[in-house]
């Protein structure tokens, strides 16, 4: 199986910051990989797919980047609706598997 | 969209049916995924039917146990679920195209 190791587990920022998030695969998973948003309740959403593109409707202060192991998520200016729970995905091989989870909350 | 219906609270050793309908695009064309989520963790994958030759994949946690399948005549993917466990609770999804049903509530429990 291939492993998904998402850091960092959880992250404290403010309004306006800059942060980033990391997944490494176990193996190369070429650019099979997605970026997931959950807020507590509610289904995951898809910010990003196929490592780099951005879903529609997404804002464009979420970009991710990488290719083969090494994955980002990167939201530059923080906004109060985007903290949340963030999860990558690859789905490269079966089985699926996803990071572990970020949990970023408001310092 | 996908709207998905279901859930309910069984006891071990029970079975369950998930369902859910698509609208807005054909079943039958297209790969599709159950997830699920256990209380208060992550998410894992379940199952995949994909869109060409049906071929059927399950996590090792299920296989043998649960069964995806799809309804090309009422357009709606299905996940018959059988001897369940207590730890097979948790919100399940299913899933296509980047697109999220809203999750059905399944608990396992005496």
């Known amino acids: 199986d291939i492993q998904m190791t998402q850091s960092p587990s959880s992250l404290s920022a403010s309004v306006g910051d800059r942060v980033t998030i990391t997944c490494r695969a176990s193996q190369d998973i070429r650019n099979d990989l997605g970026w997931f948003q959950q807020k507590p309740g509610k289904a995951p959403k898809r910010l990003v797919y196929a490592a780099t593109s951005l879903e529609g409707g997404v804002p464009s202060r979420f970009s991710g980047s990488g290719s083969g192991t090494e994955f980002t998520l990167t939201i530059s200016g923080l906004q109060r609706e985007d903290f949340a729970n963030y999860y990558c995905?690859?789905?490269?091989?079966?089985?699926?598997?996803f990071g572990q989870g970020t949990k970023l909350e408001i310092k | 969209q996908l709207v998905q219906s279901g859930g309910d609270l069984v006891q071990p050793g029970g079975s369950l049916r998930l369902s859910c309908a698509a609208s807005?695009?054909?079943?039958?064309?297209?790969?599709m995924n159950w997830f699920r989520q256990a209380p208060g963790k992550g998410l894992e994958w379940v199952s995949h039917i994909t869109s060409i030759g049906s071929l059927l994949v399950y996590a090792a946690s299920v296989k043998g146990r649960f069964a995806i399948s799809r309804d090309n005549a009422k357009n709606s993917l299905h996940l018959e679920m059988n001897s369940l466990r207590v730890e097979d609770t948790g919100v399940y999804y299913c899933?296509?195209?980047?697109?999220w049903g809203q999750g059905t509530l399944v608990t396992v429990s005496s």
């Open positions: 807005g695009f054909t079943v039958s064309t297209n790969s």
């Open positions: 899933t296509s195209q980047g697109s």
């Open positions: 995905l690859q789905h490269n091989s079966f089985p699926y598997t």
